[in-house]
């Protein structure tokens, strides 16, 4: 990390009291007067990086937030399931109960008895008939009993293995939370640091972005244009980190939202963005594809023709267009 030079004090130690100290001090002071931009250029280079490692934070935390939604919407699946196999269950002990009172009832004297005291022995036989199908068919509903209470206790195993990992999601959502707010912190107490005039040279950088000259540049198909259009109409809305419209975007949230629009999901981050089609070369690059940067695909952009992309920056800086050359590009991928 840069930082500041302190220029040596001017007056003389008043212990020491010497010509020597008082040299050494000028001598100093002297040395110090042709770096004093240096440090701002440091600062700015660290704002620069600490915003780079939020962003890369930002994606994680997105990475994270994306399981534990997805989790908990499998849970509110499973527990609805469970409810209902609970229910299944119950009814089939019920019915299972009341065959097993008609049997006991029908079946509650020897048989052999039964049969030389009835009344009418062939209409004994037909009731035996009766009973023993009876028998089997509560059999089978035993046996379906059984495996529904199988199939209910793996679901709620499973139920409670995916709670645990949603527990862990949550805290990897807000381990990366409080890393990306401890970078941004960091970075506007440099900035804040910084004179006057650098600070408002460094804002106005940040709302560069003037409207770049795209005559002639025509999408190559309908859904590249919704998104693009898409992209466009967010210009000048804030990088809000997490977010995916339509009032903040980041990187990955701009691009998700935009091509949604033309009936297309991509992944949410830009690892996955990055692997959401396939990659062609820079020079083969078309209007509405997704331009990746950085080596660990922490930044992505959308193309949008004669060398320039629309993107959501960094904290501070709007959606905005920008040279497709802005960082090192990593690769470049087709929807």
């Known amino acids: 990390m840069g930082s500041h030079r302190r220029l040596a004090p001017s007056g003389f130690n008043r212990g020491a009291g010497t010509a020597l100290g008082v040299l050494s001090a000028a001598v100093a002071a002297l040395g110090a007067v042709p770096a004093h931009a240096e440090p701002h250029t440091d600062t700015k280079a660290e704002v620069d990086r600490l915003y780079e490692e939020a962003e890369n934070a930002t994606e994680a935390y997105d990475k994270a937030d994306e399981t534990a939604s997805a989790l908990r919407r499998q849970i509110g699946d499973a527990q609805d399931h469970i409810a209902r196999q609970q229910q299944r ?6 019915s299972l109960g009341s065959l097993a009172g008609a049997q006991y009832r029908a079946g509650g004297i020897d048989p052999t008895i039964a049969l030389l005291f009835s009344d009418d022995p062939a209409d004994y036989l037909d009731k035996a008939s009766v009973l023993d199908r009876i028998t089997a068919h509560q059999a089978d509903e035993l046996h379906d009993l059984q495996s529904a209470m199988r199939e209910l206790a793996q679901e709620r195993a499973e139920a409670t293995g995916k709670l645990t990992e949603l527990e862990r999601s949550r805290e990897a959502v807000e381990s990366h939370k409080r890393t990306v707010e401890k970078k941004l912190a ?12 650098e600070r408002a040279a460094y804002d106005r950088a940040s709302r560069s972005g003037d409207l770049p000259d795209l005559t002639g540049v025509v999408p190559p198909d309908a859904r590249a244009a919704a998104a693009i259009a898409a992209a466009r109409s967010a210009l000048g809305k804030p990088y809000v980190w997490g977010a995916t419209g339509p009032s903040g975007f980041d990187c990955s949230g701009l691009m998700q939202w935009s091509y949604a629009h033309a009936g297309v999901h991509l992944p949410r981050t830009s690892q996955e963005q990055r692997y959401a089609g396939h990659q062609v070369p820079l020079s083969q690059a078309q209007p509405g594809d997704l331009v990746v940067y950085r080596s660990d695909a922490s930044h992505v952009a959308m193309y949008v023709g004669n060398g320039q992309v629309i993107h959501a920056p960094y904290p501070g800086a709007p959606v905005r267009y920008d040279p497709v050359g802005m960082m090192p590009v990593s690769s470049v991928t087709r929807p």
């Open 186 to 197: 960091r970075a506007r107490q440099l900035l804040n640091s910084m004179p006057f005039a």
């Open 89 to 94: 269950v119950n009814s089939m002990r019920k």
